[in-house]
């Protein structure tokens, strides 16, 4: 499975921005999918996902209420659409998934199997 992200950039603090993912697989509803993102001299950080089968979402404490995880199956594509973006959003957003993951670990970085080459985000003020 490949996963190809798109749609970032250099936005200004207070804009939205939506990112995408698109994946080669044959049954893009059998993966969960999720986005984390990694900023200069940090880890990756956990986001938000989308479960398979019921597409149930789920998010990160820092980014919930901001950002929005979708996802369209008939076009293996998932969504991050972020608002009111702030400087320390900055960061470079990879999307993964994972087969029929455990819903206990669906923002462990290493239960996903699958990753993009990420897109950067910059954010002015």
């Known amino acids: 499975v490949q996963l190809v992200e798109s749609g970032g950039g250099l936005v200004q603090a207070g804009d939205s921005r939506r990112l995408s993912c698109i994946a080669t697989?044959?049954?893009?509803?059998?993966?969960?999918v999720a986005w984390f993102r990694q900023a200069p001299g940090k880890g990756r950080e956990f986001l938000a996902a989308?479960?398979?089968?019921?597409?149930?979402?789920y998010y990160s404490d820092s980014v919930k209420g901001r950002f929005t995880i979708s996802r369209d199956n008939a076009k293996n594509t998932v969504y991050l659409q972020m608002d009111s973006l702030q400087p320390e959003d900055t960061a470079v957003y990879y999307c993964?998934?994972?087969?029929?993951?455990?819903?206990?670990?669906?923002?462990?970085?290493?239960?996903?199997?699958?990753w993009g080459q990420g897109t950067q985000v910059t954010v002015s003020s």
């Open positions: 989308s479960r398979y089968g019921t597409s149930a979402t």
């Open positions: 697989a044959r049954s893009f509803n059998i993966y969960t």
């Open positions: 993964t998934g994972a087969s029929f993951l455990h819903d206990d670990y669906y923002n462990t970085e290493r239960y996903y199997n699958f």
